[in-house]
């Protein structure tokens, strides 16, 4: 119930393609859902969040879509740019504490943005 | 602002060997991680930390021990490395604890266990 599962795996598309990346919870508590962009030889970096109150938040190419219901939220990136390729993690977090308090990862995607 | 630093960035230990690495914040957040990742993987929290002289484990916290004697820097002991420990180990820091304000993560320690 404390996972998140994200897919795909990996991802390539071409420069102006709209990668789309997709995250599934259980965990019903969990109301905080951010996404962190990582670049080689670096750490994770706050990308984008959002939290179950609102179905779409948008910063600049980045857009994450949620779906309460459904327990699903994605990762999409407009008119995507070989300065994108990186390896993009989402997560889930509850403001219920306990073992919930921290951060939950999925196990990343790597994208590739092809020039 | 150094954000979160940590140290070493590079090691290379024996099976058996002990090392501490380091991790110093300046942002004044209360709250500390310690993850490893592993290529598929993803994240795995080793410990945590929600103050000054607290610590909790995480998800995979055997083969580790950590400390916060102060509220700025956490530690984080291998008494005896195995290669399983073989890994990227990054810390993060955050103002509160469902990090409301976003995880700082630091650029990472990859240590090598032969």
């Known amino acids: 119930q404390q996972q998140v599962k994200q897919s795909p795996q990996s991802l390539i598309v071409q420069k102006g393609g709209i990668p789309i990346i997709n995250c599934a919870y259980e965990?019903?508590?969990?109301?905080?859902f951010p996404w962190y962009q990582q670049f080689p030889g670096k750490g994770p970096a706050l990308l984008i969040a959002i939290r179950p109150d609102v179905s779409e938040k948008k910063e600049g190419r980045f857009t994450i879509s949620f779906n309460k219901s459904a327990k699903q939220f994605s990762l999409h990136i407009m008119d995507s740019q070989p300065g994108d390729s990186a390896t993009y993690f989402c997560a889930a977090g509850s403001n219920y504490g306990g073992s919930q308090g921290n951060l939950i990862f999925g196990k990343g995607t790597k994208l590739s943005v092809k020039p | 602002n150094a954000g979160v630093t940590q140290t070493p960035k590079f090691r290379v230990l024996k099976t058996g060997q002990s090392m501490t690495l380091l991790c110093a914040q300046d942002m004044n957040h209360e709250y500390m991680y310690w993850y490893r990742q592993d290529p598929g993987m993803g994240l795995r929290l080793i410990h945590y930390s929600v103050g000054e002289g607290t610590t909790a484990k995480g998800e995979v916290p055997d083969g580790y021990n950590v400390s916060r004697l102060k509220k700025q820097n956490f530690l984080l002991g291998l008494e005896s490395a195995a290669p399983s420990q073989t890994s990227v180990y990054f810390c993060?820091?955050?103002?509160?604890?469902?990090?409301?304000?976003?995880?700082?993560f630091g650029s990472g320690t990859r240590l090598t266990v032969v």
């Open positions: 965990n019903t508590a969990f109301d905080y």
């Open positions: 993060a820091s955050s103002y509160d604890r469902t990090a409301n304000y976003g995880y700082t």
